[in-house]
Every structure is written in structure tokens, then in C-alpha cells.
């Protein structure tokens, strides 16, 4: 792409990021749009996939104003507007958009404003918090903080959320603001940036008719200063679509009406199509997109009830046809044609590249600190994450304490204790399935604001590591030893109980990383908890206590180094165990054949107990954590983040 082009498009934005004073927004242009999916494949069975037509040979300009993409469902609205938008995977996606006649720069998605059908804003915080933290990543550096938050003032008048600036946005366990004002803060996010395009994806979705028709009032009042806006949009109210600028219809990918909106109308009566008295017209192109009008003129037959369902396909098929073919014979087509030559004359269209680059308009060390910050404040905000977390905990730890109470140097204090540490342990590794919702239930989120281009992939990764890591399993790990070591009495050292401590919370993390592994690229937490949970299972029965260690037969004996329980378990074995004597005070001939010292009961389990024997279960654990937090990492920086 011509590195001119590039810089007279971003250049139009000013020099702070936001759009000067009194500009217009951009015309957004698309030139023969194709867009391709294969589906039905399976490499397994090396069975080849069908290729399906999304959008097909889409043309038209939109302009400053309100532009509306309407359609039946399916018909591939929201694909025309990702397409538009910059955020569609460009495989399959042929034809070009341009913005002012120029090719729209690779961080095109980072420029512009997106709001996504569903609300992907942190309910834990408040209307106010998350409108500086959009402004604290998206604008420069060069913008000092205090004009930051003069802006985020503003902004909050002029959607009207004045009243609710301060209230928390709301979850399923908080009561927060109502939809229409939680819409609005979507939409305040992406405003702070000021873009000259603003995609919005069924903003409506979820909303009553009044609060909808609020909402698309708003974003009339914002076109008429000169934004230009795209919406996708299913079945407006009247007093909804008369606010329309430009209306584009599509069948099935295939345009069939793309011009002023409120000629629409007029249009389909000159082919054929009237629009009864008193009827939505929203409701009529849907009737009429369907061929379910009572208003069709023409094609008396098709008309005709049948209960044939081929039939009726067919029917359909003849009006999709007839309402492709009027269009493109049609005097809106043959003008849209000529200004879309106009724009691309002398451009050669076959070089147009489709690079998706993401830009940040702050360093590492800034996202860092305002991620980590909401994160953190979304963690304690959650009483089912923060305070149910060490309730639980609490409770597990005093169950295990009463249970093993007060274990007695004698040979049931031997069953005794390798029962409770193997609890523990298993208990641990339990507990941190936790975690498998950590970056699941924030998915649509995280992929919204980083292609978005609020943080990197790693500031993410990151911030949600630390603080799940220092709230909910070092603290956690930290209150369940000191009342469960204590109540079961086990070696009262010092040295011990810190080697304890130390070795439980290391299990948990190492657990953890493990279900962070299993879970960064799934998108349901159950499916990722049976994942977790057979790989728990698994695992348990090579830790030590279910099959004896050394009888494993060799094919076999490999598994458990794979084996988290089985490294934890053999640590804390070891830490307890050594130096103990279980037969004191009692006659040699009476202890025959007995387990009399901790060495020996570690003999017949196969631990090594020398120093190294021990580190190296923790050497173990930390590798495995690593590894485990690297997969993770992997597999979130790889995932797909285009539909």
C-alpha cells in the first residue's frame, strides 16, 4: 500500500488522535464484495468442505449520516458490517473498501469505533472507571491525564449518563444500570477516540422500544455532526427507520436495495411492491424479502397457498432473484456504479493489500498497570471469587483438621498422615479448576479490546495471571495450611511448616497453569472442566497412594512423572515423615514387621528422601508450571480473534 495514502488517512484524524473540530466523517466505499466460507470439512476423514456464498458482489458508498444494513436473519448482516469494519478473517474475502477514496490502513480496526451486539464492558466497575480506562489506553501519551478526564466528563453528558456515572454497570449478582444506559456506555467506549466511523452491530439487541429508539436517537443527533455511522440493524420500529440515512437491503449476501431510505419505499412500489397503509415499513421489506407480502402486484402465482415446501423454496428463490435482478436494472444501482468509478478511477485495485496490523497508542508498562488495576478491582468486586474463594478454603481446612485431628505417633498416626497429606494435595489440585473460567468468561471482552488495540496480548495474559495468582491461590493456600497443618499436628518445626506452606501453594499454582492450558482456547467452561477433571483423575492415580509406585510395570512406570499430585505428595512425604519414629517405647519382638521410622515407610513407598530427592519434586513443579503457563499463553495469543 502506497505509504502517502496511509498517512493522508490517518492524517485527517489530528495530531492528538481525535477528529478536529467541524470535520466530517469519512465516506466509507465498497467495491465487488465477495466473502467465502467453507464448511462441512473434516480432516479426519479427509472429507472436503462446501463453499458457501456470504456476500456476494456488494457495491455502494456510505456517507456522513445514519447508514442502516437490513436483512432477514441470515442474510449475512453482520459479515457486511465486520467486512466494513476491518475485523473479518481475510480468507475468503475478495473486492475492496475504502475510506476517502483510499485504501483503509491496516489498523484500520484500531481507528475506528466498534460496538458489538453483546455489552463487553467490566460490570464491576462503574460507567465513569470504564470510560477512563478506555481513554487511559486508546488516547496518546501526549494527552496529559486531567484532559483525559475532562474528556470522559463531557462524553458522559453528552450520552446522558450523568446520573449514573458513578454506578457500577452491573452483573448477574450486582444491580446495575438499566440496558439503554449500559448501551450507551458501549458506546461512550469507543467515542472517547473520537472516530469518524462508527460501527455499531444490532445496537438494539436486548432493548425495549422505547429504550431502543432512545439509543438510535442519540446516534442520529451524533450522525448530524457530521459522523458518519454504520449500523446492522434487524427490525426497526418506524420512528426507528425513519431516522435512516441510507438504507442497504441484502438477501441471502445479495443486495437488492442500497440507497436513500426514505426513497426505499417508492422503490419497491415502482417494481411491484406496496407497501400497505399504516404498515412498518421494516416489516414490509422483511414480508417482502421472505415473499410473504400480501402486497405483491406481480407474480400472482407465487402467491397461491400451497403446503408444498419445495414449492415454496422455489417461490422464494424466484423473488430473490427478481429482487437481485430489479435492483441492478435500477437507476440507484446505475448511480452508484458511476460514483464508485469515479472513486477508484486511475487505482489499481488488484494490489489493495489486506495486512491486519494492531497499533497501541501506549507503552507496555501503561496498559500493564490499567489492566492489572481493573483486573484486580474486578476480583474483589466479585464476592463469588474473592470472598466465597476463602470461605471455601476455610471450610475445607477445618473439615481436614477435625477429620485428622491430633494424629498420634503410632502406626494409625502412619495411615493417618499419608491420608491427610494425599488430601491436601488432591484437594489443591481440585480446587484450582477455579481457574478454567478466568480467561472463558471474559473471552468476547478480551478479543474486542485487543483488536481493538487497547493492550497486548501479553499485558492480558499477564495481568490475569497475577492477580488470580496473589487472590486466589497464594492467599487461599496460605489460610488453608496454618489452620490445617496446625489442627491435624503435624511436625511442629518451623522449617517444616514453612517447607508445608510452600509446597502446597506450588501445587495449587502448578494445578492452576494446568487448567490455564487446558481452558485459554475453549469458549464453554464445562467442556474445559471434563477436560480438567479427567486430567485430575488421571493423575491421582499415579501420586502414590492408589497403586504402589515401584510395582507399576515399566511400559507404564513413565506416567507418573507426568503426575502433579504424585511431586506434591512425595515433597510433603518427605517433609514430614523424616525423623519420625512410630515404635518408641514399645519391645523389639513386638515391632517386628511394622513401619517403626518415617525412613522406612518412604522406602516402601519408593521416595527418595535425600535433600535432592526432595527439591527435586519442587524443581519439577516449577517446570511444569512454566510449561504449562507458556501453552497458555500460546494458545491465547493464537486464537481466533476474526470471525
Known sequence: MPKKEVITTVEMRGPSGRQSAGQRGATVSFHDIHYKVTVGGSCLCRKKGTVKDILIDLNGIMKPGLNAI?????????????????????????????????????????????????????GTLTVRENLNFSAALRLPTSIPQHEKEQMVDKLIQELGLGRVANSKVGTQLIRGISGGERKRTNIGMELIINPSVLFLDEPTTGLDASTANSVLLLLKRMANNGRTIILSIHQPRYSIYKLFTSLTLLVNGNQVYH???????????????????????????????????????????????????????????????????????????????????????????TTTSRSRTITYNTGF???????????????????????????????????????????????????NRFGALFFIVVNQCFSSLSSAELFIIERK???????????????????????????????????????????????????????????????????????????????????????????????????????????????LAWLKYLSIPRYGLSALQINEFTGLDFCHGLHSNITMGMTCTGEQFLDEQGVDYSTWGLWQNHMALCIMTVVFLLIAYLKLRFIKKFT
Open 365 to 415: 508498562f501503561t496498559q500493564f498497570r490499567w489492566v492489572l488495576k481493573r483486573t484486580f478491582r474486578n476480583l474483589l468486586l466479585n464476592p463469588q471469587t474473592s470472598v466465597a474463594q476463602l470461605a471455601v478454603t476455610l471450610f475445607l481446612a477445618l473439615v481436614v483438621g477435625a477429620i485428622f485431628f491430633d494424629v498420634k505417633d503410632d502406626q494409625s498416626g502412619v495411615q
Open 445 to 555: 471482552l478480551f478479543i474486542h479490546e485487543y483488536i481493538s488495540g487497547y493492550y497486548r496480548v501479553s499485558v492480558y495474559f499477564l495481568s490475569k495471571i497475577l492477580s488470580d495468582i496473589l487472590t486466589l491461590r497464594t492467599l487461599p493456600g496460605l489460610v488453608f495450611s496454618c489452620v490445617a497443618y496446625f489442627m491435624i499436628g503435624l511436625k511442629p518445626t518451623v522449617e517444616a511448616f514453612l517447607l508445608f506452606m510452600f509446597s502446597v501453594i506450588l501445587v495449587s499454582y502448578t494445578a492452576t497453569s494446568m487448567a490455564l492450558a487446558i481452558a485459554a482456547d475453549q469458549t464453554v467452561v464445562a467442556i474445559a472442566n471434563i477436560f480438567m477433571t479427567i486430567s485430575c483423575v488421571f493423575m491421582m492415580i499415579f501420586a502414590g497412594l492408589l497403586v504402589n509406585l515401584p510395582s507399576i510395570v515399566s511400559w
Open 259 to 349: 440507497g436513500p431510505a426514505q426513497s426505499a419505499l417508492d422503490y419497491f412500489s415502482g417494481i411491484g411492491y406496496t407497501c400497505e397503509p399504516h404498515n412498518n415499513p421494516a416489516d414490509f421489506f422483511l414480508d417482502v424479502i421472505n415473499g410473504d407480502s400480501s402486497a405483491v402486484a406481480l407474480h400472482s402465482k407465487i402467491e397461491e397457498e400451497t403446503d408444498d415446501s419445495d414449492a415454496v423454496s422455489v417461490s422464494r428463490q424466484r423473488i430473490e432473484d427478481k429482487l437481485v435482478e430489479e435492483y441492478r436494472n435500477c437507476a440507484y444501482y446505475r448511480q452508484t456504479k458511476e460514483e464508485l468509478e469515479g472513486i477508484v478511477h486511475g487505482r489499481d485495485r
Open 70 to 122: 437490513m436483512g432477514a436473519t441470515g442474510s449475512g448482516k453482520s459479515s457486511f458490517l465486520d467486512v466494513l469494519a476491518a475485523r473479518k478473517d481475510p480468507s475468503g474475502l475478495s473486492g475492496q473498501v475504502l475510506i476517502d477514496g483510499a485504501p483503509q490502513p491496516p489498523n484500520f480496526k484500531c481507528l475506528s469505533g466498534y460496538v458489538v451486539q453483546d455489552d463487553v464492558v467490566m
